[in-house]
């Protein structure tokens, strides 16, 4: 009996090591994610903390978490087993940001914002939609596709949904906790509104996307070749592991990093430009550090976004936030309520014109979906397609702003619509060519 029980507690010290050696050096990531997901969803969506730690944080890794909120000076803080402690700190009109042993945060500065409305119905003012009905829309469909994405709350975890078509809300629905005015976390698809700001330079004059990135450190290798619209469609060359299951790049640059533009600025050369294609978040923060170098003061930066993509489409509730060093997280970490989400879809349906004003040139559109080499016809610039037929019962003019859980803008120029999906789940669990499929099909009745 004393070997079984001495070969037990063996076995038992074993797994345990094990599991320590897997999951230690990953808590200083996994309580950073629980303490950044916890402050910015308190602070920016104003949602209780019980529900993020039920929903939001409950997901593997991440739930052995154990995350206080120090309500006095808009700290979060989160640990594991008391270990890896990480505290982020909330500052007016930058979000949140991770704290970084010996960094200050920056607080200096905030964006101006023009929040001032109108009284123009949605889209294009703050008052309520107009009630109008289509002859050719089948509305029974509409509702079904949007009960088709709400059925499966535990496995699909859609939390809203918006059908806009002809500038006219047709379907709209929201869970428990969420309704319109509730900013979501877009994540990655923040990447296609820092790409717009792009577009808008180009217009203004600022910048052409064929020039070169321009970085200090590049001018006397390969990477001096890299322009613009490299980085723009992720086909640079520069070496980047985007894999959220690991230490990776992206963790470390999102977790780790106090200023998020440097990572890739950083990275090797592994290709000449164009020759692949490789997903990377850290190109789209070293393009927002790009976007900096544009603009002769910080204060210009920060307000750049709002003052002439933003707040002049009415998307008031929309914040990017900043890294500890003031830069925007161009890659991940914009907020805006599902309603704004779909003005910024509808803006690419009208090619850049907002009720009569022209942000960015109607071209911009055409040069933001066309397909990137080597990615399969699914990508444009700073833009997912489905040229190739990804969704086979989908027009293949679809494009769409896609971030990680199923976050999604969708735009079809063909039929005239903009559809907002936000939740917690993608992939199987949410069947994107089904829902659309629907929708469509309602619209051609």
């Not at 982020?88 to 409305?117: E, Q, W, Y």
């Not at 890659?331 to 009208?350: C, E, I």
């Not at 489905?386 to 971030?403: C, I």
Request: charged content about 20%; proline content about 4%; overall charge negative.
């Amino acid at each position: 009996m004393k070997i079984l029980k001495r070969v037990l507690l063996f076995a038992f010290l074993l797994i345990l090591g094990v599991a320590l050696f897997y999951v230690y050096p990953r808590l200083t990531i996994i309580s950073g994610y629980a303490a950044k997901n916890m402050a910015s969803s308190v602070y920016i969506a104003h949602r209780s903390p019980s529900s993020i730690t039920e929903n939001d944080n409950n997901v593997p890794l991440i739930k052995l978490a154990n995350t206080t909120i120090e309500s006095t000076d808009n700290r979060v803080s989160s640990s594991v087993f008391g270990l890896r402690k990480r505290t982020t700190i909330c500052r007016d009109g930058l979000g949140c940001a991770l704290v970084i042993s010996g960094n200050k945060p920056f607080t200096g500065l905030k964006p101006k914002r023009s929040t001032s409305g109108n009284e123009l119905p949605f889209p294009y003012g703050n008052s309520e939609p107009r009630d109008t009905l289509f002859s050719n829309v089948n509305y029974s469909k509409i509702e079904s596709a949007l009960d088709s994405v709400f059925s499966d709350p535990d496995n699909q975890r859609t939390r809203t949904a918006l059908i806009v078509y002809k500038d006219h809300i047709i379907g709209e629905r929201y869970i428990e906790e969420f309704d319109e005015t509730t900013p979501i976390l877009g994540w990655s698809m923040t990447k296609s509104i820092l790409a717009t700001l792009y577009g808008v330079l180009e217009y203004q004059g600022v910048l052409s996307v064929g020039d070169k990135a321009n970085i200090e450190a590049w001018k006397d290798d390969e990477r001096q070749a890299i322009t613009i619209n490299h980085l723009l469609r992720m086909q640079s060359g520069l070496a980047w592991d985007e894999d959220y299951a690991s230490i990776s790049d992206v963790n470390k640059m999102l977790f780790l990093a106090p200023d998020v533009t440097q990572p890739q600025r950083e990275k090797e050369a592994i290709a000449a430009p164009t020759e692949i294609w490789n997903y990377s978040s850290g190109t789209s923060n070293l393009l927002s550090g790009i976007l900096r170098t544009k603009f002769s003061s910080h204060q210009d930066y920060l307000d750049f976004p709002y003052t002439d993509l933003i707040d002049k489409i009415g998307m008031h509730s929309m914040l990017i936030e900043t890294d500890l060093e003031g830069n925007f997280v161009g890659s991940s970490y914009g907020w805006a309520n599902t309603r704004d989400w779909a003005k910024f879809g509808l803006l690419y349906l009208h090619r850049g014109n907002w009720n009569g004003t022209q942000l960015f040139a109607p071209e911009w559109v055409d040069y933001s979906t066309r397909p990137t080499n080597n990615s399969n016809g699914t990508y444009g610039a700073h833009f997912w397609l489905n040229a190739h037929g990804k969704y086979p019962n989908v027009p293949r003019d679809m494009f769409s702003a896609n971030g990680f859980q199923g976050q999604r803008v969708f735009i079809i120029p063909s039929k005239d619509l903009v559809v907002v999906r936000t939740g917690l789940a993608a992939g199987e669990n949410f069947d994107i060519d089904a829902f659309l499929k629907e929708i469509v099909a309602a619209i051609d009745e």
